[in-house]
């Protein structure tokens, strides 16, 4: 019995932090606004991890996360078109402003894109 309580004292396994990191940068997504996976994955100092987000919230049961904020790095819904999922993305997306076309949402510029800070119209 001890041991079993002590085993929930524990710390949690160090993979979780990249885990907590990934829901943060999630989290903080405003309201209207949306981002790629990979964007994320960049936000909680993992680039190129793109896919361990995705994983991340395929497993999520976090009611309150708002997964709807996060798409395709061509700003697509990865769910397949005339999914439940897919029509409950466009859903939430659209109820927060977001104008979703086709399944498609117009991503913000990538920040850390060199080519997009050098030849962005001023």
Same mark, same amino acid.
């Not at 606004?33 to 995705?54: D, E, H, K, N, T």
């Not at 497993?59 to 819904?77: F, K, N, T, Y």
């Not at 029509?87 to 997306?93: F, G």
């Given at each position: 019995m001890l041991a079993r309580n002590m085993a929930r004292l524990d710390p949690p396994a160090a993979h979780d932090a990249?885990?907590?990191?990934?829901?943060?940068?999630?989290r903080a997504l405003p309201r209207g606004? $949306? %981002?790629?996976?990979? *964007?994320?994955?960049?936000?909680? !100092? #993992? +680039?190129?991890?793109?896919?361990? $987000? %995705?994983r991340l919230l *395929?497993?999520?049961?976090?009611? !309150? #996360? +708002?997964?709807?904020?996060?798409?395709? %790095?061509?700003?697509?819904?990865?769910?397949?078109?005339?999914s439940d999922a897919f029509?409950?993305?466009?859903?939430?997306?659209q109820a927060e402003g977001v104008q979703v076309v086709r399944g498609r949402v117009r991503l913000p510029p990538a920040e850390d894109d060199l080519d997009a800070v050098l030849w962005r119209p001023r």
């Open positions: 990249p885990d907590q990191r990934i829901l943060a940068a999630i606004q $949306v %981002a790629s996976y990979g *964007a994320i994955a960049r936000r909680a !100092g #993992l +680039p190129g991890r793109a896919r361990r $987000v %995705a *395929a497993r999520s049961e976090d009611p !309150g #996360l +708002p997964w709807h904020r996060v798409l395709r %790095a061509d700003g697509r819904i990865a769910f397949p078109p005339g029509r409950e993305q466009c859903r939430r997306l």
